[in-house]
C-alpha cells in the first residue's frame, strides 16, 4: 500500500516536545508514521511511542514501519486516548503530538472521495465506518447542509450551494465526488470561479462534519492534556482558521490563572493555571520547508507545557 507521508514542521515538533530517551510518547493521527518514527529513533533508553489512527489504512502502514522501534499501534481515534493508554496500563505520559486534518495519503487514493478533483464514490471517511459525504448531501435537509458549508467551510454562497444540491438530487441521488464538485461549480457565481477552485470550502466543510473533526478535537485536547505528566508536552498542528482557534482558545483557558472579578481585594476562586505556552505565537514553517513541501504552507504549530 503507498502511503507517502512527508512529515511537517519536522524539526520544530521534535525541539518542541523535549524528547527524553525514557519517555513515552503518544502520536495520536499517527498517519504515515512520518514524525512517529522520528520520534521512536530518540527513545533509546526504555522510552516508547503509542501511534493512534482512526484509519485502519495508516494503521497498518504505520505498524509496519514502526516495527522495528519501541513503538505501538493502536487503531482508534485520539478522542479515545484514555482508554488506548488504560489498555497498555499506561497512567501518563511525557508529550502528545496532533497532527490534524487530513492526510495526504487520504487525499491521493481517489476511492477514498475527499477530492474534488479525481472521481470517486463520494465517501469522506476517515475511519471508513458511519456516516458518509454521500448520507449528507442526499439526506440531510437545506438549513442543515447550509449550516455546515457556512460554520466548516466557511462559504459564503452557503445557501446557493446547499440549494443546488437540494435540487440536484431530486432528479437523481448524488454518488460521485465529481458530480457533487459540478453541482458546486455551477452554484457559485461565474466571477468567483476564476480565482480559486469554488469547491475547496465546500469539500472541507462536508468532510468535517463527516467526520465530526471539531468534536474529537475538543474532546482530544482535553483528553491528551489530561494524560500529560508535570512537564509534559502537547503540541498540536492545525491547517486552517477554524481548527487553530480552537486550540489557541482551549490552551489560553488552560494558562488561565484566577478568574476573580478584578475590583475583588483578593482571590477567592483559588484557580492556578495548569499550563502554560511554550511559544506565544504559533510556529510556522521556514523558507526552505515552504519550499520543499506544499502542505506545510498552512500549517501551524502550537505547543503548551503542563504545571
Same mark, same amino acid.
Given at each position: 500500500?503507498?502511503?507517502?507521508?512527508?512529515?511537517?514542521?519536522?524539526?520544530?515538533?521534535?525541539?518542541?516536545?523535549?524528547?527524553?530517551?525514557?519517555?513515552?510518547?503518544?502520536?495520536?493521527?499517527?498517519?504515515?508514521?512520518g514524525h512517529s518514527s522520528r520520534i521512536a529513533e530518540r527513545l533509546t533508553q526504555g522510552g516508547m511511542l503509542i501511534g493512534l489512527d482512526r484509519d485502519?489504512?495508516?494503521?497498518?502502514?504505520?505498524?509496519?514501519?514502526?516495527?522495528?522501534?519501541?513503538?505501538?499501534?493502536?487503531?482508534?481515534?485520539?478522542?479515545?486516548?484514555?482508554?488506548?493508554?488504560?489498555?497498555?496500563?499506561?497512567?501518563?505520559?511525557?508529550?502528545?503530538?496532533?497532527?490534524?486534518?487530513?492526510?495526504?495519503?487520504?487525499?491521493?487514493?481517489?476511492?477514498?472521495?475527499?477530492?474534488?478533483?479525481?472521481?470517486?464514490?463520494?465517501?469522506?471517511?476517515?475511519?471508513?465506518?458511519?456516516?458518509?459525504a454521500r448520507d449528507i448531501v442526499n439526506t440531510w435537509d437545506q438549513s442543515a447542509i447550509t449550516k455546515i458549508l457556512w460554520e466548516y467551510g466557511e462559504?459564503?454562497?452557503?445557501?446557493?450551494? %446547499?440549494?443546488? #444540491?437540494?435540487?440536484?438530487? &431530486?432528479?437523481?441521488?448524488? !454518488? +460521485?465526488? /465529481? *458530480?457533487? $464538485?459540478?453541482?458546486?461549480?455551477?452554484?457559485?457565481?461565474?466571477?468567483?470561479?476564476?480565482?480559486?477552485?469554488?469547491?475547496?470550502?465546500?469539500?472541507? %466543510?462536508?468532510? #468535517?462534519?463527516?467526520?465530526? &473533526?471539531?468534536?474529537?478535537? !475538543? +474532546?482530544? /485536547? *482535553?483528553? $491528551?492534556?489530561?494524560?500529560?505528566?508535570?512537564?509534559?508536552?502537547?503540541?498540536?498542528?492545525?491547517?486552517?482558521?477554524?481548527?487553530?482557534?480552537?486550540?489557541?482558545?482551549?490552551?489560553?483557558?488552560?494558562?488561565?490563572?484566577?478568574?476573580?472579578?478584578?475590583?475583588?481585594?483578593?482571590?477567592?476562586?483559588?484557580?492556578?493555571?495548569?499550563?502554560?505556552?511554550?511559544?506565544?505565537?504559533?510556529?510556522?514553517?521556514?523558507?526552505?520547508?515552504?519550499?520543499?513541501?506544499?502542505?506545510?504552507?498552512?500549517?501551524?504549530?502550537?505547543?503548551?507545557?503542563?504545571?
Open positions: 500500500m503507498e502511503f507517502e507521508h512527508i512529515p511537517v514542521l519536522l524539526t520544530e515538533v521534535l525541539d518542541g516536545l523535549n524528547i527524553r530517551p525514557d519517555g513515552i510518547y503518544v502520536d495520536g493521527t499517527v498517519g504515515g508514521a485502519p489504512d495508516a494503521v497498518a502502514v504505520a505498524a509496519q514501519r514502526l516495527s522495528e522501534l519501541p513503538a505501538k499501534v493502536v487503531h482508534c481515534n485520539y478522542s479515545e486516548m484514555r482508554s488506548a493508554l488504560d489498555s497498555l496500563g499506561i497512567g501518563s505520559v511525557d508529550g502528545v503530538l496532533l497532527d490534524l486534518g487530513v492526510s495526504s495519503h487520504q487525499l491521493d487514493e481517489a476511492e477514498r472521495g475527499f477530492s474534488y478533483h479525481q472521481d470517486a464514490p463520494l465517501d469522506m471517511r476517515m475511519s471508513q465506518q458511519g456516516l458518509s462559504e459564503k454562497f452557503a445557501p446557493r450551494i %446547499a440549494s443546488a #444540491i437540494v435540487r440536484a438530487r &431530486e432528479n437523481a441521488e448524488i !454518488r +460521485t465526488t /465529481l *458530480e457533487l $464538485a459540478d453541482i458546486i461549480r455551477d452554484a457559485v457565481p461565474q466571477k468567483f470561479r476564476r480565482d480559486k477552485n469554488p469547491c475547496k470550502k465546500s469539500f472541507q %466543510a462536508i468532510r #468535517i462534519a463527516v467526520n465530526d &473533526e471539531f468534536g474529537h478535537l !475538543r +474532546t482530544g /485536547l *482535553e483528553a $491528551a492534556f489530561d494524560a500529560l505528566k508535570p512537564g509534559g508536552r502537547l503540541a498540536v498542528i492545525t491547517f486552517h482558521s477554524l481548527e487553530d482557534r480552537i486550540v489557541k482558545q482551549q490552551f489560553a483557558q488552560w494558562c488561565a490563572g484566577c478568574t476573580c472579578p478584578p475590583d475583588f481585594p483578593q482571590c477567592v476562586c483559588g484557580k492556578k493555571p495548569r499550563g502554560k505556552l511554550v511559544t506565544r505565537k504559533p510556529i510556522v514553517a521556514a523558507a526552505e520547508e515552504l519550499a520543499e513541501n506544499r502542505r506545510s504552507h498552512s500549517a501551524k504549530l502550537r505547543l503548551i507545557e503542563r504545571s
